[in-house]
């Protein structure tokens, strides 16, 4: 099992598969970052799984994950930041009340 | 010494036990993360996830890619959400209140995506996947340093000031601004 990539790539999709989930139904906006955040991270073990079990990819899929993260921190402070603004402007994390540009 | 080399009754190495072990704890609290009405509860239950995560890494010979996920994941993006959480001081509530009315339908899109991604992963065959018990490909420190400072400088160069960029773009977006003069609303929201 452990030897075997389509282990590691169903893992990933399933994992994905729940962060979409969660993307889609949660009202609160900051469950819908964290819902984000295991999406990537659901990426990321495809990505590392990849580099594990393909020979060519020697050492890139370490490197790839590793950029992905650090693109994943900057991402997650920027939109925390966003959220914390909104907030502070309308006093609720809810996204469906952040209707005002639509009305 | 004492353990043998296969589970006895199901004749799984250990590997697989600690696979399965962990891939059940990352699923089960990542579903807890995505339905807990408990928005705290939510974040905490993230961290169980990154942290099986973590070891699922170790268990693929990855092991730089879990010491960063403890860094990275467990040490300041987990923070960082637990505060934005506490700021916001959303409390629980009933389902109504949790979920937007399309839930159901984001289920069963979610479970679609999952049984399209599951059937396109078996059907595949993978190039190359070594045989089970190939001790599998473990990437060495020294490759990947030499791939990250020799090979991908300028990608490392481009990540730090993308790092730069979102430390003043995240303090820039969330300090509260100074209060306006009396009147004058300003056009355009910059301060």
Known sequence: MTGNLDAYLVLSGLLFSIGTFGFLARRNAIAMLMSVELMVNAVNLAIVAFGTFVPELKGQGTVIALFVMAVAAAEATVGLAIVIAIYRNRRTPLVDEYSSMRD | ?191
């Open chain 2, 1 to 191: 010494m004492g353990l043998p080399q296969t589970i006895p009754l199901l004749g799984w190495s250990w590997d697989d036990v600690i696979f399965v072990v962990l891939s059940g704890v990352m699923l089960g609290s990542a579903l807890l993360v995505v339905l807990g009405r408990n928005i705290i509860r939510s974040g905490l239950f993230m961290i169980l996830s990154f942290a099986a995560l973590a070891g699922i890494y170790v268990l693929l010979g990855a092991p730089i890619v879990a010491a960063a996920q403890v860094l990275i994941y467990i040490g300041a993006i987990s923070v960082l959400i637990l505060f934005a959480i506490m700021l916001t001081q959303s409390k629980g509530g009933s389902a109504a209140l949790t979920f937007h009315h399309q839930a159901k339908a984001a289920g069963l899109a979610a479970g679609l995506l999952a049984l399209i991604l599951t059937v396109t992963v078996l059907w595949t065959t993978w190039p190359e996947a070594v045989a089970p018990g190939v001790a599998v490909a473990t990437a060495s420190t020294v490759v990947v340093a030499q791939l990250l400072f020799s090979n991908n400088t300028m990608a490392v160069e481009v990540i730090s000031v993308l790092l730069l960029a979102a430390v003043i773009g995240g303090v820039f977006l969330a300090k509260r601004e100074e209060a306006p003069d009396a009147g004058e609303p300003t056009p355009d929201g910059s301060a």
